[in-house]
């Protein structure tokens, strides 16, 4: 397993950029999942605290580190034709933190200069944004992206989807059973609703650039 460590401020064709791992999609079908809903023994993943992800053939997994503190802010799996952002928070045992951070996040992107519009998916409610943003050369162009949320057991596990997999339906398919089998370890002491959960990398990660 390779990982490559990113800067939080790195631009978005940076982070779909080309990297490798394994995939599994075996429990796929309901997740994704709270650690006290599997049984890890014997399951191959990538431990990175408060998220266990199966590895995944032709994707590479990164992490999205904050440069001022130097702490993990985001998971990033990373393939050629596009990227899948995780980050997961602390939610109240009861609610529906999706529901209450959608709007948030779609006004976010419109104060910033881009739409959010909302659609029924796979896992429930989810976003569909377009950002204006500026290329390499300095041309002008648009970044489309999905965020989906889903509502686990006190956290709530996000994903945003980049490149290809934001538009085109049928290649989003491979990335959203990726997204149903990451296990998520919230753990049980009290944390503030909205708090991300920390991300850890294993000692035995490789540290890249």
């Not at 959010?116 to 489309?144: H, N």
Request: proline letters at 6%; hydrophobic letters at 40%.
């Amino acid at each position: 397993m390779r990982f490559r460590r990113k800067d939080s401020s790195a631009t978005t064709d940076e982070k779909a950029a080309t990297g490798t791992t394994e995939a599994g999609t075996d429990d796929s079908a309901a997740g994704p999942f709270d650690v006290s809903e599997v049984d890890l023994k014997g399951t191959e993943r990538v431990d990175l605290g408060s998220l266990l992800i199966a590895p995944w053939h032709g994707r590479e997994v990164r992490v999205q580190v904050d440069e001022k503190t130097q702490a993990v802010r985001s998971v990033l799996v990373a393939a050629p034709d596009g990227a899948m952002e995780l980050r997961a928070f602390a939610a109240p045992r009861n609610g529906d933190l999706w529901s209450e951070v959608r709007p948030q996040i779609a006004e976010d992107l419109t104060r910033r200069g881009g739409t959010a519009s909302e659609r029924e998916g796979r896992f429930g409610t989810e976003l569909v944004c377009r950002m204006p943003v500026k290329r390499s050369d300095g041309t002008a162009a648009e970044q489309p992206s999905r965020v989906i949320g889903y509502n686990g057991a006190r956290w709530l596990l996000r994903a945003t989807l980049l490149g290809k997999p934001a538009v085109d339906a049928e290649e989003a398919k491979d990335w959203e059973d990726a997204f149903a089998t990451v296990v998520v370890r919230r753990g049980t002491h009290a944390m503030p609703v909205g708090d991300p959960l920390p991300i850890v990398l294993p000692d035995s990660a490789r540290r890249l650039g």
